[in-house]
């Protein structure tokens, strides 16, 4: 195969991603619609709901620390301190044997989880944030 041919080959491959990546944008932010729309819903639902009762549980109520931790991470894919890691785990209604010193624990978990290679942290505006890694 001539250069040229390989050179042509190549700027029809670039052309074939390109339009590949503008339908994915395309249908992202379809989606990105769709969710403030179904978000919208539910608030507005939410705002004039006269039950009153407990909202329902995302996660378990009672599991362990180092579930709740990959739980709260795992749902914050850009990133997450510490501290809202907790407040998270207090919001979902998440308890565990142990909320005494709760921080001081979480800390102890992502500290594994760094050695495990199973999150990373990242300096984000002077603050230190932690998110899941890809790999396995």
């Known amino acids: 195969m001539k250069t040229s041919e390989q050179l042509a080959a190549a ?11 503008q339908q994915l944008t395309q249908e992202t932010l379809g989606v990105e619609r769709e969710l403030e729309k179904w978000q919208q819903i539910r608030d507005l639902l939410k705002s004039v709901s006269t039950d009153k009762t407990e909202s329902p549980r ?5 599991i ?3 579930e709740a931790v990959r739980v709260v991470l795992g749902k914050n894919p850009q990133g997450i301190s ?8 207090i919001d979902y209604g ?17 500290r594994r989880f760094r050695q495990r290679g199973i999150v990373e942290r990242v300096g984000v505006g002077g603050r230190q944030i932690y998110r899941l890694t890809t790999q396995k």
């Open 58 to 62: 995302l996660v378990p109520a009672k």
């Open 11 to 21: 700027t029809q491959r670039v052309l074939e991603l390109e339009r590949k990546k």
């Open 94 to 110: 998440i308890t565990v044997k142990n909320n005494e010193n709760l921080l001081r624990d979480i800390h102890q978990t992502l």
């Open 82 to 89: 510490p501290v809202e890691i907790r407040d998270q785990m």
């Open 64 to 66: 362990g620390l180092t």
